[in-house]
DNA sequence: GCCAACGTTGGC
DNA sequence: GCCAACGTTGGC
């Protein structure tokens, strides 16, 4: 299994929405580099979601529920879609703030390349996210 | 195929 | 609201 990262505005689309829909088709991405990690899911893959702007936290965990096809929003058939679903939510979202006082997740894709909107996460700092996000404050 | 200009993202 | 980072575009 691989694990990977998206992030959202949450004026656009929130944590909370995805709670509520279910499920959601993550369309839009007009980004290479992000577009090829779409590519890249397979279905059970992990997904952390993280707002930015607003919060930038880690907010939860979801799953791949469909791999990549053509972007519904795209004429183009050069961009790509997955559909997501939720399946855990921190009790304590995963400040930014945090993320990069330690060592390890300083090192964060998604840190170092912070314009980059699906990024890929090593099964250590996925566990380590999880760790922080599920233990009560 | 290079690179300057431009637009967008996102943290602060 | 500012600005740094950086991906994309377009002229040459």
Redesign the pocket.
Known sequence: MNYWLV???PSVYSWTQLEEDGNVVWDGV????ARNHLRAMKKGDRVLF????EG?AVMGVAIVSSEAYQDPTDDSSTWSSVDLIPETRFNTPVL??MI?TDSLLSQMQ?V??????VSAVTSKEFDLICELGNSSS
């Open positions: 992030k959202s505005e007009r980004n290479f580099s993280y707002h930015s702007n930038m930014l703030k990069k998604f170092k390349q912070s314009r980059l909107s």
